[in-house]
């Protein structure tokens, strides 16, 4: 499904923001997750202790620029996570507004070109924007990553249609929600649109029980996905019995 | 958890508008239901052996007095529902509104103090009117069944802050939204909100794959209860950083 | 319209909880509200002065039972208000919750049939539920008073698709949306799906500048009235083009 | 407000998709509009005809790059737009996808770049993307227009959150929605958030009464303006009584 790789689950999970590793661990095992994001912030002793820990996890690493401003820093830190964690994925962030911690299309896109004439394989962080999403398809790109609504909002998908519309435009081409989602009834809603997977890190690393809430996760994205390929009805206007009425003069 | 009867799964399935009787049965199971509701409109040789099929589920069943549209039908369909499955759980359903099926809450209510009276165990069909559902309680029904939308329709919630408000106040009492739900996500939503339970039936029986819909349904019932249990994030309006950044001038 | 009275504006303002009565004149003044409601609850030397202020704007007055939670409280309010207002208008107010103030539909209707045998043209506030609203107009009422949201909640329209089908099933008789609009875009949503009048109270008062805010409202309820008889456009799924494409070739 | 010039109306109309000359002269003066946008595509007797009937409304013209898919066709029309009606004025639409018609940001920021160099007055039609709208800024734009949904859609506002953040990041920017509106409502909905004029062409051409209709949207308009200025009530979630109940006691 991503470059290549084909997987069960389709959770990817942020490992940032946890009450404790221990925790990290239990919700990652919980969630069912196979990818799991990682950052390569944490330096020295503290990031490897930290990179011990994950790889007990047995999940395949998406490594991020997370914090990266422009697309020098996030060349330079997707570099640094190639050789730090021996892996061509790349979860390419490139921040453009401090507060809503929106994608800069321009500066997005430009590193997506120069990482992918490198070799690496790029999941971008995006918008709905559908230009912006041709324009890193063009740059090599294999899979799309767009928001759901800001990082760390918890407010769902704030504008479905333009994800529908994003869906339609690239057949073929995996979608990733990531950012915004804050409860699984959110994520099974992206799944039965036909989005192909969800990244969360928030709504589960600040849920009081984040194990549980992984677990929720899980199977809520599983049975969107189940919902998406078994049919689901259409939506009418207008009410219609469910149960036919029959028999009934006999009755009364 | 309903009169008390202690389930697992937190989803009732209803039972008309399959395929087949394989379907449905096959449904049933994947769902994970224990309860499934039951009407008593199939008459004679093809009642008797669809009431053999049910048996077959192994689910508590659930009659209902689909279809009635006075106090009277609604009593009369009930005793008759008593004396063919043997049970005094009735689902009440007085219908007030042909296109929108909506119920009649004041023939509901009157229904409801008969049946009660006379000693069955009445989950009635309901609104999201506080005061109708306050009557129902006086009435001696110790579960309320608001509707998400109306039946048939797969609209999923209509009224949200409707059906929060009666979570709120009729703390204690099992609320199980009946009639509406479209899609799991939906289904799901209602869970996180503190509802206790959903009554399925056009969503699955529509679906281009019952089982599978069946499936879906079951598990993300199952995750929106998880998540209501494992405290949800709360939302916010502006973005915040989901990955601390630290570290990051060394980099570049 | 209302009971044989035609009116040219479709805002009737509540006249409670206004800084001042100077304040009141002037957003009943820049409204353009014929009707104002008004509580008998002003009682003594206070309640005479404030229907002295009241007779200035030349508005026609429609009482209300406002506070009452019980059929008689609402019916001896309304003989009284009767007597003090002469007039049979009576805006009936049953409340059945203290929290949300949601009507009692069955003190409701009971005290409509009781006001309507006693020669009342009464103005039930309601719910959007059709059996309610069908029992209203069976006990003599000839307008309906929907609510938006809960009073003073600001919210709009809670349930726009009750509200609809209530457009579509009560043809011919008067519609008001009362309780719950808190912004001029959301009384104009309403009037755009046909229904008749809005009934305002706090929106106004509680703006910062109330007489502007009436001014408001007055004109965005004439506008949302002047779309639905100007026929609004349908609502695509896909966008196409407004401005027609020719004549590029010779430009390139 | 825009370029220096100051317009007490704040809606602007398109100019296309009319039933005859006359109906959009009529739509033209109800709406109060002092803005009009054009397309130079109207070429030889038919434009020149259509450019008198213009003409005499007595508007502010804005022409327009609709229907240019690349900078160089942007570019090269709005040249030619300056000659043939005489103003630096350009509504810069630069199309990046056939069905959604939804802007290119790459090329509409090179091109606002080459049009503010060479003296032009650019209002781009863009996103509520907030880095491209920072782009647009240094290339020199003073305004920004973003869509509420697909060109002709009628969706209004698809993503509201987005416009909030649009609105809160570019204090002092004039910020005009363009494109998607399809109601009265809408408009005044995004005009009480503070979003400062309204682009229409669709909803008004295509409405039953174009006249009635573009009427309902200049007082929807100005309402939503006045309603923004006056101060809007805060959303409840909750209800709490607007008439405050005293006196009750002695009532019954």
């Avoid at 994205?221 to 036919?244: H, N, V």
Wanted: aromatic share 6%; net charge negative.
């Amino acid at each position: 499904m991503f470059y290549g790789v084909d997987l069960t689950s389709r959770l990817m999970l942020g490992t940032a923001q946890y009450p404790s590793p221990a925790v990290l661990l239990e919700a990652i095992e919980a969630s069912g997750a196979e990818i799991i994001t990682v950052s390569l912030r944490r330096e020295g002793a503290a990031g490897a202790a930290f990179r011990n820990i994950l790889s007990e996890s047995r999940c395949r690493l998406l490594p991020n620029t997370a914090g990266c401003h422009t697309t020098r820093e996030a060349v330079t830190t997707a570099r640094m996570a190639r050789e730090v964690f021996g892996t061509s994925w790349i979860k390419l962030e490139v921040i453009g507004h401090a507060d809503t911690l929106q994608p800069d299309p321009f500066a997005l896109v430009e590193a997506a070109r120069v990482l992918c004439a490198e070799g690496f394989e790029v999941f971008p962080y995006t918008t709905e924007d559908l230009i912006v999403g041709e324009k890193l398809l063009e740059a090599g790109c294999k899979v799309l990553m767009p928001w759901g609504a800001p990082i760390g909002s918890g407010q769902g998908l704030r504008n479905p249609e333009g994800l529908r519309t994003m869906r339609a435009h690239f057949t073929g081409i995996p979608l990733v929600v990531d950012a915004g989602i804050g409860a699984p009834s959110q994520a099974a809603q992206a799944m039965e649109m036909g989005l192909d997977a969800i990244l969360l890190n928030t709504a589960v690393a600040k849920a009081v029980d984040p194990a549980a809430m992984a677990r929720a996760f899980g199977r809520a994205i599983q049975a969107g996905r189940e919902a998406f390929e078994a049919g689901l009805m259409p939506r009418r206007d207008m009410a219609c019995a469910s149960t036919p009425v029959f028999g009934l003069a006999e009755l009364v």
